[in-house]
C-alpha cells in the first residue's frame, strides 16, 4: 500500500502536476483590486439587504442627484431605455443604489435552513426594521475600510442569511440571493480563521502578512474562497442534474418549452402586465419542441459551461473569460426563459472579470511600456507585509 502511495505521490511531482497546482492555488492580488472588489460588493450587499424604505425607494433620488434632471427617470420607466446597456451590463434600474423592502412574510409556514432552528419572523417586525440601518450601513462602512471585519462580515451574514432564510421558509425557494450569501459566508469563515491566527491582522489594525506557506494573505484568500463560491453556484447544478436525473437530462431538454410557458404565465399573474398575457407565447416554447436536436445541443452548451466552470480558476485570463461566458449564459436565461439573476451577474463583473486589473493591467502595458505578468504581485516572502 505504501508503495503505491509513493507511486501516486510521485506522478504528482511532474512538472505538468506542479505547473498546475500553482496555478489553481490562491492567487495573490493587487491592494487596488480588493479595495475595489469590497467596494463593489458591499454596494450589492447593501441591494440586498431587508431596509425598506426610504432605503429601498429612493434609489432614483439618489441617482438622480448625481445627474440632473429627469432623463434618468425616463430611462428607467422605459423598459428598452432601461435595458440599452444589455448586454453586458444588467438594466439601469438594477444598478440604482435601492435596498429590499421589508420581508414581507410574519410566519414561517415551511420553515427551511436555520428557521428550524431560529423564529426568524423578527425580520418583518416593524421595530426591528427600523433599527436594522443603524447596524447594517456601519457594518457596510467598516467592511468597505478594511477595519473591524471579524465584526462586521459576521452581522451582515445574519442579517442577509436570516432574511433571506425567512423568505424561503413559504414553502418555496428563491435562488436570486443564493450566491451573494455564499460568498459572504465564506468571507465571513476566512475573517473568522484570520482572526484566530492574527487577530490584529484582520481587524486592520496590522499590515496583512503570508499566513500560507505559499506566500499568500489572508485576503488574498478571502478573495479566492469567493471566487470558489461562485464556481461551485455553476458546477453543482450543472452536475447534480446529471445525477438526479439518471443521465436522462439531455433527452428530456427540449421539454423546457413546456416550462417557459409555465413561466410566461407566471409572470403575467404575478403583475399583471400585457407584455407577459397568456396569448403572447414566445415563440421559444414551440420552437423547442418541434426541434429537439437543436435544443438539446443549446441547452447542454449551458449545462456543459456550468460543468466545466472550474477551469476557469486557472488564470487571470480564464477568470474574465468564463466570467463573461457566465453573463451570456445569464443574458440568454434573460431572454429566452425570463429567469433573470441580476445580482449574479453583478458578482461575475466583480470578482471574475475584474475590470479595475485589466485597465491596470493595460495602462501599464502600452501607456508605460512595461508589460505586467498576469501572476502578479508576486507571493510575499516570510515576515513581508501587504497593505489591503
Known amino acids: 500500500m505504501s508503495a503505491l502511495v509513493a507511486k501516486i505521490r510521485s506522478r504528482f511531482q511532474t512538472p505538468f502536476w506542479k505547473h498546475l497546482s500553482q496555478c489553481f492555488a490562491i492567487p495573490r492580488f493587487h491592494r487596488f483590486e480588493i479595495v475595489f472588489m469590497r467596494v ?3 454596494y450589492v450587499l447593501f441591494q440586498c439587504m431587508p431596509l425598506d424604505a426610504p432605503f429601498s425607494t429612493n434609489g432614483l433620488r439618489l441617482a438622480e442627484a ?3 434632471g429627469d432623463a434618468l427617470t425616463q430611462i428607467v420607466n422605459d423598459k428598452d431605455k432601461d435595458r440599452m446597456l444589455r ?7 438594477s444598478l440604482l443604489p435601492n435596498s429590499e423592502p421589508k420581508i414581507p412574510y410574519s410566519t414561517q409556514e415551511k420553515p427551511n435552513g436555520i428557521a428550524r432552528f431560529i423564529d426568524l419572523t423578527f425580520f418583518n417586525n416593524d421595530k426591528f426594521v427600523d433599527v436594522l440601518p443603524w447596524i447594517v450601513i456601519p457594518s457596510l462602512l467598516l467592511y468597505i475600510s478594511g477595519y473591524g471585519l471579524p ?27 443564493q450566491m451573494v450569501s455564499l460568498i459572504l459566508l465564506a468571507q465571513t469563515v476566512v475573517c473568522l480563521w484570520a482572526l484566530v491566527k492574527n487577530p490584529r491582522e484582520a481587524m486592520g489594525f496590522k499590515r496583512a502578512t503570508a499566513v ?15 471566487q470558489l463560491m461562485i464556481i461551485a453556484s455553476y458546477m453543482i447544478p450543472g452536475v447534480i442534474k446529471q445525477f ?6 439531455f433527452l428530456h431538454s427540449h421539454y423546457i418549452g413546456v416550462q417557459v410557458v409555465k413561466t410566461h404565465r407566471q409572470n403575467y399573474y ?5 407584455e407577459w398575457e397568456p396569448e403572447k407565447l414566445p415563440p421559444l416554447s414551440k420552437f423547442m419542441l418541434e426541434h429537439r436536436n437543436w435544443t438539446r445541443l443549446l441547452l447542454g452548451c ?7 466552470a472550474f477551469l476557469g480558476l486557472y488564470n487571470r485570463a480564464t477568470w474574465a473569460i468564463f466570467g463573461l461566458l457566465f453573463i451570456t449564459f445569464h443574458f440568454l436565461n434573460d431572454i429566452m426563459f425570463g429567469l433573470y439573476f441580476f445580482h449574479v451577474e453583478k458578482l461575475d463583473w466583480i470578482f471574475l472579470v475584474n475590470l479595475p486589473f485589466w485597465a491596470w493591467w493595460a495602462w501599464k502595458r502600452w501607456a508605460k511600456k512595461s508589460p505586467v505578468a498576469l501572476d502578479s504581485p508576486r507571493p510575499l516572502s516570510a515576515g513581508a507585509t501587504s497593505a489591503a
Not at 462580515?153 to 440571493?177: A, W
Not at 438526479?244 to 437530462?249: A, D, E, P, R
Open 66 to 68: 448625481v445627474v440632473p
Open 270 to 274: 404575478n403583475d399583471l402586465d400585457p
Open 212 to 226: 500560507t506557506r505559499h506566500g499568500r494573505t489572508w485576503w488574498d484568500v478571502m478573495i479566492r474562497y469567493s
Open 244 to 249: 438526479k436525473s439518471g443521465g436522462q437530462w
Open 40 to 42: 463593489l460588493y458591499a
Open 302 to 308: 449551458g449545462v456543459g459551461l456550468q460543468c466545466i
Open 87 to 93: 448586454p453586458p451590463l444588467p438594466p439601469i434600474s
Open 151 to 177: 465584526v462586521a462580515l459576521p452581522i451582515l451574514c445574519f442579517v442577509l442569511l436570516g432574511s433571506r432564510t425567512l423568505y424561503n421558509s413559504q414553502g418555496y425557494i428563491h435562488h436570486g440571493f
